[in-house]
Every structure is written in C-alpha cells, then in structure tokens.
C-alpha cells in the first residue's frame, strides 16, 4: 500500500462512521415507534404589568422522547422556540396584533468534552448533563413583550403563547417524514387575558 493511500484511510474512516450515523438516526426516526412519550408541561405562566412595561414570565418542563435522546446523544442539535404574541380583542374584524416575540434555545452535545451546550443568541454555556441545560432552555423571567402605550384605554387584550421543539431546524435528512413522527412533536400552549 502506498503512502497516499495510508494517509487516506483514516479520514475515509471517519467520513464513513459519520455516513452510517447519520443514515442510522434517519432510518431509526422512519422506523421508530408511533406512540409519543415526550411532552411539555407549562408549570409556570404569568402575563402582567410593570414599569410600563407587559411582562411574560413562564416555567416549563419538557420530557424529551426516546427518539428525541438518542439523536441528541448523537450530536445532533435541537432547538426550543418560545413565542408570545399580543393581541387586541375586536368583534367587527379580526383579533389585531398588537406585537409578538419570539427566543430560541439551541442545545446541543459535545462528544469531546462531554458537555451540553446552550446556546441562547450570541450567548452559550456549557452544562454537565442534559436535564440543566434543559432547565435553563425552558424559563424566563421578565421577558417584554410590549410597552403599556401600545395599548389602548378601554380595550380587551389577550396574550397568546407557545413552547415547543422548533423541527424545521433540524438537518434536512431528519426532517424527512417528521409529521408522522409523534416523537418529535413537542409543544406547549397558552392563552390568557391581560387584566387591565
């Protein structure tokens, strides 16, 4: 054997277990159970007033899937998105939006460090296990949502929210067939009014 070709086989190797990976995660998403044994638990959500400001606060707790973990574990990323819109109550047309934002989470395993990290805009942090992260993922805490002069004297408004594993973010090959998949279709939702 040549010397080129002894420096290649490795990296051969390499692009090789990382192929049978991927294909591996794919088929076990396609093949996988039908049933979910995920969720989200909304344990926490307020909506309320301060320092002219309309402020959200929530707690959640997401129970990861079987398929969900071992993908994870796998190295690939997933992502948590939160999203509260506010909107104006009107009986002649449509609920008017009055404004909406949106965070997302991005956590992901490091194999060579065997740590988890968060990543939260331009922000990241490490964690030794899988649960902190996702603690971390799944909260805020005075998160503005508007300003007290958007609003109108005298109208009814309402907030609605939304917790859940974003899947269009995933790499294309996972996203294949993920509709049928229970496993991956994870979210919590919540309305409220937002008293005067």
């Known amino acids: 054997m040549n010397r080129a070709a002894t420096a290649f086989a490795p990296a051969a190797h390499r692009v090789i277990r990382a192929v049978v990976g991927v294909l591996w995660l794919w088929a076990a998403m396609l093949a996988g159970p039908a049933r979910a044994d995920g969720s989200i638990e909304l344990t926490t959500f ?7 400001l309309v402020l959200v606060d929530f707690v959640a707790k997401p129970v990861l899937s079987k398929a969900v973990e071992d993908a994870m574990q796998r190295g690939v990323p997933v992502y948590f998105v939160a999203q509260a819109a506010l909107y104006r109550s009107r009986w002649y047309w449509r ?10 989470w991005r956590l992901s395993y490091q194999p060579l460090t065997s740590n988890w990290r968060l990543g939260f805009g331009t922000l990241s942090q490490s964690y030794a296990t899988a649960e902190e992260a996702l603690d ?5 805490s005075r998160w503005k949502l508007a300003e007290t002069d958007q609003l109108e004297p005298g109208e009814k408004y309402y907030v609605e929210f939304s917790y859940r594993l974003d899947n269009n973010q995933l790499p294309r090959p996972m996203q294949l067939d ?9 979210s919590a939702e919540r309305k409220v009014k937002l008293e005067p």
């Open 46 to 52: 307020d909506v309320s007033r301060s320092d002219g």
């Open 95 to 104: 609920d008017e939006r009055v404004a909406r934002v949106t965070r997302t």
């Open 136 to 140: 971390m993922a799944a909260r805020a």
């Open 178 to 186: 993920l509709a049928a998949q229970a496993d991956w279709q994870l």
